[in-house]
């Protein structure tokens, strides 16, 4: 590989892909003598004065932004100024059709295209690709992302720390030259693929957003839409005790007025638990990135789905296991989210898991007693997490929220007689069972179709 002496792109399987590649009947060619352009942005710095609201500015797009679906969720996106869009950031901005190839950190190798009429721009993890007229762009979206598509990315990343590649390497990616017919063939085959993986998908989501609407059915409580307005509201100075809150959206009203007139009584967590306790902090310093000792879960490893999701890892030192073995999780741990923008406090899991574990400081451990059975809770609190319950609750500080375990031992909880618990349990895990397996089907079916997709290519 021209400009490289290490080692590791000269490993077998990449040499084969190289041997492979000059010996194919297709012609390649260098992806850079296909282009208009190939470019990626900066990235202001968090929290400063280059961003702003999205009613009022640039959409920002990260490497963590795009989808393979070529989706965008711009609810959920950083949003620029218009005057940095167009001045300092002038030189990356987006066109409908570009190719984004995320080229720094866990998501590198992943492929997209932009696929929007309105402005946007793009963080220095982001390489994009604006192709001339003999390429189409999902075409190369396509080809890249195949198993000798990927194979090409991986080859040309610098494997450090944080694994990165440059924009002269992404234009050194050999792209097979096929006829704009046969490139369109492959298009609709992959547009296929992408519609019935999004059909499943859909088809899981819809059962994973049924579990709200089961439980909280079971238990005789109908909560009113999540509700995160901050409108003035007025107390006199007298009439609010020695610590209690000041804030508008707390004080709006009963939080807990819909939960408590539901079928069964109320108990609050302090009652029905043995203990409450938060995980412990760990720094850069701390962290075992050498010999990835012993994993410190983190909210990260908790999925959209409320499961445990060990893809992205910090690792402590295994000397814990002896030191701190008052902190390792135990199985029947419920795992709450205590710290995090103010939508997200509260995910929940439930820690079954056999080996050893710890978990950060912005996690808390409960273990329930025999009245509370802890996967009622779980999906308890993930209830009151999407329907806005914690959202309230929340003590907002430095751009973070929090509820700390003093409030969360003052939790309300309906408290159903145990048996009436296991059956509400049972039927949940079972609908998400059936999710998950309708969602691990998409990803198989569409892997398969990846597959198809790269024979057609390479014939």
Same mark, same amino acid.
């Given at each position: 590989?021209?400009?490289?002496?290490?080692?590791?792109?000269?490993?077998?399987?990449?040499?084969? =892909?190289?041997? &492979?590649?000059?010996?194919?009947?297709?012609? !390649?060619?260098?992806?850079?003598?296909? *282009?208009?352009?190939? &470019?990626? @942005?900066?990235?202001?710095?968090?929290?400063?004065?280059? +961003?702003?609201?999205?009613?009022?500015?640039?959409?920002? *797009?990260?490497?963590?932004?795009?989808?393979? %679906?070529?989706?965008?969720?711009? #609810?959920?996106?950083?949003?620029?100024?218009? %005057?940095?869009? /167009? $001045?300092?950031?002038?030189?990356s901005q987006l066109q409908k059709g570009d190719l984004l190839i995320a080229i720094i950190g866990a998501t590198i190798g992943k492929v997209g295209l932009y696929l929007y009429d309105r402005p946007a721009n793009v963080s220095q993890n982001v390489a994009v690709v604006r192709l001339n007229n003999e390429l189409l762009s999902e075409f190369v979206q396509a080809f890249l992302m195949t198993q000798t598509g990927q194979l090409l990315i991986e080859r040309i990343k610098r494997d450090s720390a944080r694994a990165n590649i440059n924009l002269e390497e992404i234009g050194s990616l050999q792209i097979p030259l096929l006829a704009l017919s046969k490139q369109q063939q492959v298009v609709d085959q992959l547009n296929q693929a992408l519609a019935h993986k999004q059909q499943q998908e859909q088809a899981a989501q819809a059962l994973l957003a049924g579990l709200d609407g089961y439980l909280l059915g079971e238990l005789g409580i109908a909560l009113p839409p999540p509700h995160q307005s901050s409108a003035p509201f007025f107390r006199s100075y007298g009439s609010i005790r020695e610590g209690q809150r000041w804030d508008a959206l707390y004080n709006e009203g009963d939080i807990y007025h819909h939960i408590v007139q539901g079928t069964y009584p109320m108990a609050s967590l302090n009652s029905v638990m043995t203990y409450c306790q938060n995980g412990f902090a760990a720094g850069r310093d701390d962290q075992d990135i050498v010999n990835k000792g012993v994993?410190?879960?983190?909210?990260?490893?908790?999925?959209?789905?409320?499961?445990?999701? !060990?893809?992205?890892?910090? +690792? *402590?030192?295994?000397?814990?296991?002896?030191?701190?073995?008052?902190?390792?999780? /135990?199985?029947?741990?419920?795992? !709450?989210?205590?710290?995090?923008?103010? %939508?997200? *406090?509260?995910?929940?899991?439930? &820690?079954? =898991?056999?080996?050893? +574990?710890?978990?950060? $400081?912005?996690?808390?451990?409960?273990? #329930?007693?025999?009245? =509370?059975?802890?996967?009622?809770?779980?999906?308890?609190?993930?209830?009151?997490?999407?329907? @806005?319950? &914690? +959202?309230?609750?929340?003590?907002?500080?430095?751009?973070?929220?929090?509820i700390n375990t003093d409030a969360l031992r003052k939790i309300p909880l309906p408290l159903p007689p145990l048996a009436k618990q296991v059956e509400i349990v049972t039927a949940l895990d079972d609908r998400k069972r059936q999710a998950l397996s309708i969602s691990q089907q998409a990803q198989t079916n569409f892997a398969a179709a990846k597959a198809a997709i790269e024979t057609l290519i390479l014939n």
């Amino acid at each position: 590989m021209s400009g490289r002496l290490d080692p590791y792109c000269y490993q077998k399987k990449f040499l084969e =892909l190289a041997h &492979f590649i000059k010996a194919s009947p297709l012609p !390649f060619a260098p992806l850079r003598t296909q *282009v208009k352009r190939i &470019f990626s @942005g900066i990235t202001p710095l968090s929290g400063g004065d280059a +961003y702003t609201s999205a009613e009022a500015g640039v959409a920002f *797009v990260r490497s963590g932004d795009f989808t393979e %679906e070529n989706t965008l969720d711009f #609810t959920d996106l950083n949003y620029i100024k218009p %005057e940095i869009h /167009q $001045n300092l950031m002038k030189s990356s901005q987006l066109q409908k059709g570009d190719l984004l190839i995320a080229i720094i950190g866990a998501t590198i190798g992943k492929v997209g295209l932009y696929l929007y009429d309105r402005p946007a721009n793009v963080s220095q993890n982001v390489a994009v690709v604006r192709l001339n007229n003999e390429l189409l762009s999902e075409f190369v979206q396509a080809f890249l992302m195949t198993q000798t598509g990927q194979l090409l990315i991986e080859r040309i990343k610098r494997d450090s720390a944080r694994a990165n590649i440059n924009l002269e390497e992404i234009g050194s990616l050999q792209i097979p030259l096929l006829a704009l017919s046969k490139q369109q063939q492959v298009v609709d085959q992959l547009n296929q693929a992408l519609a019935h993986k999004q059909q499943q998908e859909q088809a899981a989501q819809a059962l994973l957003a049924g579990l709200d609407g089961y439980l909280l059915g079971e238990l005789g409580i109908a909560l009113p839409p999540p509700h995160q307005s901050s409108a003035p509201f007025f107390r006199s100075y007298g009439s609010i005790r020695e610590g209690q809150r000041w804030d508008a959206l707390y004080n709006e009203g009963d939080i807990y007025h819909h939960i408590v007139q539901g079928t069964y009584p109320m108990a609050s967590l302090n009652s029905v638990m043995t203990y409450c306790q938060n995980g412990f902090a760990a720094g850069r310093d701390d962290q075992d990135i050498v010999n990835k000792g012993v994993i410190q879960i983190r909210p990260t490893n908790m999925n959209a789905s409320r499961e445990l999701d !060990f893809s992205r890892n910090v +690792y *402590v030192s295994e000397a814990l296991i002896k030191s701190q073995s008052y902190d390792l999780l /135990q199985q029947g741990e419920v795992l !709450f989210n205590n710290t995090n923008s103010q %939508e997200l *406090v509260g995910k929940t899991v439930f &820690f079954n =898991l056999p080996g050893y +574990y710890f978990c950060s $400081n912005h996690l808390t451990r409960i273990r #329930t007693a025999n009245a =509370l059975n802890p996967g009622f809770l779980t999906y308890l609190f993930n209830a009151y997490q999407r329907n @806005g319950i &914690f +959202y309230r609750l929340c003590v907002n500080w430095n751009n973070q929220s929090g509820i700390n375990t003093d409030a969360l031992r003052k939790i309300p909880l309906p408290l159903p007689p145990l048996a009436k618990q296991v059956e509400i349990v049972t039927a949940l895990d079972d609908r998400k069972r059936q999710a998950l397996s309708i969602s691990q089907q998409a990803q198989t079916n569409f892997a398969a179709a990846k597959a198809a997709i790269e024979t057609l290519i390479l014939n």
